[in-house]
């Protein structure tokens, strides 16, 4: 998971850096882009919360790490309370670590905490919140000794994409230039035709295709340790299972949608999750899938209905605010049915519950 930044993450001027990288060196991908821009943004902002620019299910409600602990906490019991460590990839403010832990303890399961993240901002917020947890820059320092329960929420979606697009000469790179007010997409090179999966090279002229090497090449290497040592990985993200999604890089600011190109490093680059191809490449390394499903299904075949009906008995004041709440994550026009919940599984490791 290194980064793909060619240029400093915490630089005072992205932008101009990597305008100047362009002139000097021509067109980069939409994959180094996305990299700089996004190690660029992490590393400088703290993006989540009303203040910031986007809202993540954690920060909606409690319910959603009590729900995510008590998935994890019932699997570990299952597997026969083995020595397990938690680690959550991108924990962002660490919220979600801090209700998955209070509701794992009610189960009898206190585990050692690791984390994966790169913004030396974030860090800070999550050291707040969990002193005793270890950070890492990526899993490869991932204690070896024991199984690990993994979650990543919205982490996923924040790793670079890598373009392709089909124009009248054949399929060609998509790239970021320097145009007349700042940056633009356009064709670059051509690119072999055997990099275009078979089952999309159908796409009309002007059609695009994602994938994103960085996210296949961890889940493989997650999938490796769970094989090895056992374990489970829940992802949760917003994408898309099977077929072909056109471009889905996106960028918000301040909680509304902005130009992906313009002001790189200031809004938080996103794609959509390709779930097919990480189950792909989960399976391959000998893991066991489960799902996608859609999150407000899984959250409700868990218990979600029932935390909400206690905490709004326990706090009376808050009712509509959780059930406020309960909408957001679950309705399908909220979060409910465009992010989804995968599970891979380790060698003799039980299924989670939901799938
Ligand atoms: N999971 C949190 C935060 C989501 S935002 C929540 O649900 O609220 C994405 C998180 O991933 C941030 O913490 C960001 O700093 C981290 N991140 C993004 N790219 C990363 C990378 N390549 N390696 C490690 N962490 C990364």
Redo the contacts with the bound molecule.
């Keep these: 998971?290194s980064?793909l930044s060619p240029v400093t993450p915490a630089s005072p001027d992205i932008a101009q850096e990597l305008a100047a990288l362009i002139e000097a060196e021509g067109p980069i991908s939409i994959e180094r882009f996305m990299g700089a821009a996004?190690?660029h943004y992490?590393a400088t902002r703290d993006?989540?919360g009303a203040a910031g620019d986007f809202i993540?299910?954690?920060?909606v409600s409690q319910m959603f790490g009590e729900i995510v602990g008590l998935a994890l906490a019932d699997v570990w019991q299952r597997a026969g309370r083995p020595d397990a460590a938690l680690v959550?990839?991108?924990?962002?403010?660490g919220?979600?670590a801090v209700d998955m832990l209070r509701a794992m303890r009610v189960a009898g399961f206190a585990p050692p905490v690791h984390f994966?993240?790169?913004?030396p901002l974030?860090r800070e917020k999550q050291r707040d919140q969990l002193p005793n947890a270890t950070w890492h820059?990526t899993i490869q320092t991932l204690p070896t000794d024991r199984p690990l329960l993994i979650v990543?929420?919205?982490?996923f979606d924040?790793?670079p994409v890598h373009q392709l697009i089909n124009t009248f000469t054949g399929w060609r790179e998509r790239v970021v230039r320097n145009g007349i007010d700042g940056f633009e997409a356009a064709p670059g090179e051509p690119t072999k035709y055997g990099e275009v999966p078979p089952h999309l090279r159908h796409v009309d002229p002007g059609g695009i295709i994602e994938s994103c090497p960085?996210a296949r090449g961890l889940i493989r290497a997650i999938a490796r340790r769970l094989h090895d040592q056992g374990g489970v990985l829940l992802a949760i993200d917003y994408g898309y299972d099977g077929g072909a999604h056109g471009d889905t890089l996106q960028a918000v600011h301040a909680h509304a949608y902005a130009d992906p190109f313009a002001r790189p490093g200031t809004s938080d680059l996103t794609a959509h999750v390709d779930f097919a191809a990480l189950a792909g490449s989960a399976r391959a390394a000998g893991t066991h899938v489960a799902g996608p499903v859609e999150q407000g299904q899984w959250l409700i075949a868990l218990g979600l209905s029932d935390r909400a009906a206690v905490l709004a008995r326990n706090a009376p004041g808050r009712a509509h605010e959780i059930s406020e709440a309960y909408r957001r994550l679950t309705h399908p026009e909220e979060m409910g049915e465009l992010f989804k919940v995968m599970a891979v599984t380790g060698r003799n490791w039980p299924e989670p519950a939901g799938f």
């Design positions: 998971m980064s996004n190690a992490y993006a989540i993540t299910a954690p920060e959550e990839l991108g924990p962002g403010h919220t979600l994966i993240e790169t913004s974030l820059d990543a929420n919205e982490f924040a790793l960085m």
